[in-house]
């Protein structure tokens, strides 16, 4: 197999591997700008029946503050990642098209 068939099968396989990865749903309970000058988004949630906090910073075009409620949740693997040390996952709407719709944020899950 030459290498242009190998890279456009890892890049369709990588494509794939966001468009049909499991789902979580997540419910946001509360949703607040922190820091000295409100630059760090910090949501507080229910993940599975276990309280979790999630994270962004504002200086990155994909940190909003979510509205309370349901969400899907898609954990993301490491080279995608934005934020180091943590698991990094984006939030999207209930039902969320994810071919055609960008996340309502990226986050760091912060597990406890």
Known sequence: MDSKKVVAMLAFLAFASLLFAESETITV?????QGKNGDVVFLEA?????AVDLT???S?????????GEYEMFRLAGKESTYN???NVNIYRINADRAKEKPLGLYCLLQP
């Open 29 to 33: 309970n509360s949703s607040s700008r």
């Open 46 to 50: 229910d993940l599975n029946g276990r």
């Open 56 to 58: 962004c910073l504002v």
């Open 60 to 68: 990155h075009s994909d940190c909003n503050v979510l509205h309370n």
């Open 85 to 87: 040390d943590c698991q």
